[in-house]
């Protein structure tokens, strides 16, 4: 039996990749739930690093060949979903409208939970100056957001923080993609001066 040459062991490392991509994708789309990305690798057959490496090239794939689906991971658990910019369409066909716009009130409550989590109604209450009762039932409709256990105060109010779906909702792999805090209130301040320049 021959060697095999350079090209030829190219094909045969294309033909094997392309077989992972196919498993990978039938996995994932079965599943329907996120699948962590040792379960990959076991199910495979694979190193981790290895599968790592399919698993970003999978991501590329999705997003260069402009498919209406792209494969993210949050917290080392891969899952398909929808493009965002298709919702509109999708909504069409399940006839409900669960990426609405979200209320001022809504955004302002979900911003301050997100950066100061675990946080709790009143705590969120003191930094609006408002009520935010409705708000908060809202973002946990949505399933933004979440009750994580309860503050060692007096009445053990309930403390709230951000979901798998809010990353999903806001395209982050983590919270660590989040802007730094200092910088959006740097921002809002440099808007707030050349709105009152003009």
């Known amino acids: 039996m021959g060697k095999i040459n350079a090209r030829q062991f190219e094909q045969k490392e294309v033909i094997s990749k392309l077989k992972y991509f196919s498993i990978i994708e039938s996995l994932l789309y079965v599943s329907g739930e996120p699948l962590k990305i040792k379960n990959i690798a076991s199910i495979i057959n694979m190193e981790l690093d290895y599968t790592s490496d399919l698993l970003s090239e999978m991501t590329l794939t999705y997003v260069n060949e402009g498919r209406g689906i792209k494969l993210i991971c949050i917290n080392d658990e891969y899952q398909f979903v ?102 959006i209130l740097n921002e809002m301040e440099d808007n707030k001066e050349k709105a009152s320049d003009n």
């Open 82 to 183: 929808t493009k965002s910019e298709n919702s509109s369409y999708i909504q069409k066909i399940l006839r409900t409208n669960n990426r609405q716009s979200l209320s001022q009130a809504a955004l302002e409550s979900l911003a301050i939970i997100t950066y100061k989590q675990p946080v709790t109604r009143i705590q969120i209450d003191e930094i609006r100056g408002v009520k935010s009762d409705s708000a908060i039932l809202t973002l946990q409709e949505k399933n933004l957001i979440k009750e994580s256990g309860r503050l060692e105060a007096p009445g053990r109010p309930i403390l709230y923080s951000t979901t798998e779906e809010f990353l999903r909702y806001f395209d982050l792999s983590n919270l660590g993609d989040l802007p730094e805090l200092d910088n």
